[in-house]
């Protein structure tokens, strides 16, 4: 049988990945984990370069959660040297795909060196138009939402914001998200099903899908596969079907 091509009238306008497996890709192998991060850092590459070919309008990478600042330190640390390793490596290709790059999280947690790259290469690429890269770094979904509660009740205290006016656009906005789609597509690699504090707000209505393949081994291919499976799933959002078609 042919494989089933990508609908490209279809695509998820946003998807996220939570990249998870490359501890276990280099146990399987006999190697220290932070071998595995380092595949997995390559990995990277090929998904960001199919989805801005596709057209997907924005791929948020989870690359770093708030909880995982709890490892060891020698592994942050190589964590932290790859992610530094990775925005010199790929500053000219992301440049010259036109590809915006932001972050989702805690920066200020970051090492410096990290901190000022990722920085500097959120304002070079800032008028790229192709497609957005959002990186999720020092990011939890709960810790997103306290910051935005605090803002907003330091808003509500200073009597610049009303209970009453609060909606669920005013926290959209207080999220690190606030410029982006909902996401439509969530992948998690590596064989878990749980979303391990990743966009948990904005994830109300994305599909789910979970693949077995540990990160450094996720292709192309299997995100075509993600992308077909989402593209088969029937989105109701709470209505009918009825209601579904008459919109269509
Ligand atoms: C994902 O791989 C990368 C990060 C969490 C930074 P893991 O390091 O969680 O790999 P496993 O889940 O232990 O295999
Ligand atoms: C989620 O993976 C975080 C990232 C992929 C960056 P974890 O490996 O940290 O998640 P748990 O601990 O299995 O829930
Ligand atoms: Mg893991």
């Not at 042919?2 to 695509?11: C, F, S, V, W």
């Not at 990478?61 to 964590?79: M, T």
Request: net charge positive; aromatic share 8%; hydrophobic share 40%.
């Amino acid at each position: 049988m042919a494989p089933q091509r990508i609908d490209r009238r279809a695509l998820p306008r946003h998807i996220g990945i939570i990249m998870d497996g490359n501890g276990r890709w280099a146990n399987q192998r006999g190697w220290e984990r932070t071998r595995g991060h380092k595949a997995g850092s390559k990995a990277v590459r090929k998904v960001v370069k199919a989805c801005r070919r596709w057209g997907v309008e924005v791929l948020t990478l989870y690359a770093f959660s708030a909880q995982n600042w709890g490892r060891p330190d020698f592994e942050v640390k190589a964590l932290m040297d790859l992610l530094a390793e990775f925005i010199a490596r790929e500053w000219e290709e992301i440049m010259e795909r036109g590809i915006r790059v932001v972050h989702l999280g805690e920066l200020r947690k970051v090492p410096v060196e990290v901190r000022k790259r990722l920085l500097s290469l959120e304002k070079a690429s800032r008028k790229n138009r192709d497609m957005t890269l959002a990186l999720a770094l020092s990011y939890g979904s709960r810790e997103e939402l306290l910051r935005a509660s605090r803002n907003l009740a330091r808003r509500v205290s200073e009597g610049k914001l009303l209970p009453r006016d609060l909606d669920l656009s005013t926290i959209d906005k207080a999220l690190y998200t606030s410029r982006l789609p909902d996401p439509d597509l969530i992948i998690r690699t590596g064989g878990e099903m749980r979303l391990s504090n990743f966009l948990l707000w904005q994830s109300a209505y994305a599909e789910l899908y979970f693949s077995k393949v540990l990160w450094p081994d996720f292709t192309t291919e299997h995100l075509r596969l993600a992308i077909v499976d989402y593209q088969s799933r029937k989105r109701r959002f709470g209505l009918t079907d009825e209601q579904i078609q008459d919109r269509l």
